[in-house]
């Protein structure tokens, strides 16, 4: 529930944040209680909003998440712990860029397994071809532990909306909740088509770069001028209330 002291900028982006931690638990893009969204404050330079550490995706709440700083550490009063480890990742991108208010860290099968891939993503198919030329890789360095990882971490993302973290999972970023989850719903996508496509040990028909380049035309237009974005954002609102989730609390 939004307290006399939470601005109403700070509330919305609960209630987003929430959202998206049921929509990821809808889609199965958890990792029990490991990984992690998080969301800039709106107007409070340095603070963050994640997850309660211990509790599964499918219970968070906007009430429940947990105003952190840079570092990892609490800034409000709430019981819940944090788990300053799994922010390492997050902290670097969100401290080298404005625009990368939201980011999403998984460990799916499907995008674990094609991190483990020396090609990566492959430009096999129309979803996948949205991120041709805007992922990047980051390869493994170990449990993400290390402070210095993390200039590291933002060289390797550079400016693209998404970064494969090698033989360990997906990661994306946006300017607004919508973007951000959006990104991973079709990374995710990909992910899973490739690895089906690879499956059948069949010859795979690749694409030219000229077909690549013209898609990716293509999918800016659609998301960015035509407001395809916001539409599929009130669509994944809607299923959340009619699942009944209690993700405003």
């Known amino acids: 529930m939004q307290t006399s002291t939470m601005s109403d900028a700070e509330w919305q982006a609960r209630l987003d944040l929430a959202a998206c931690y049921r ?7 958890t990792d029990l209680i490991y990984t992690h969204i998080t969301a800039r404050v709106p107007d409070e330079e340095g603070h963050f909003l994640i997850n ?8 968070i709440t906007a009430s429940s998440l947990v105003k952190i700083d840079v570092n990892g550490q609490k800034v409000d009063d709430s019981a819940a712990r944090v788990n300053p480890a ?4 997050h902290s670097a991108i969100h401290a080298a860029s404005h625009s990368a208010s939201w980011i999403m860290h998984t460990h799916t099968r499907a995008g674990v397994a094609v991190s483990s891939l020396e090609e990566g993503l492959l ?25 210095d990882e993390r200039e590291r971490i933002v060289a390797s993302l550079g400016d693209n909306p998404a970064l494969i973290l090698r033989n360990h999972g997906l990661l994306t970023t946006g300017a607004s909740a919508a973007e951000m989850f959006n990104n991973m719903f079709y990374l995710e996508r990909s992910c899973e088509i490739q690895v089906a496509t690879l499956s ?23 998301i960015h001028e035509e407001g395809d974005l916001a539409l599929e954002w009130e669509s994944h609102l809607r299923l959340l209330e009619s699942l009944g989730c209690d993700y405003r609390c």
Do not use: K
Request: charge should be negative; glycine fraction near 8%.
């Open 52 to 59: 309660p550490y211990g509790w599964r995706w499918e219970e």
């Open 23 to 29: 929509l990821a638990a809808h889609y199965r893009m």
């Open 86 to 89: 799994g922010f390492t990742i």
């Open 123 to 147: 430009p096999l198919n129309q979803i996948a071809l949205q991120f041709h030329g805007r992922v990047s890789y980051h390869d493994y360095e170990g449990i993400a532990l290390d402070l």
């Open 200 to 222: 059948m040990g069949q010859p795979v028909r690749r694409l030219s770069p000229e077909i690549c380049e013209h898609v990716v035309g293509q999918y800016d237009m659609a």
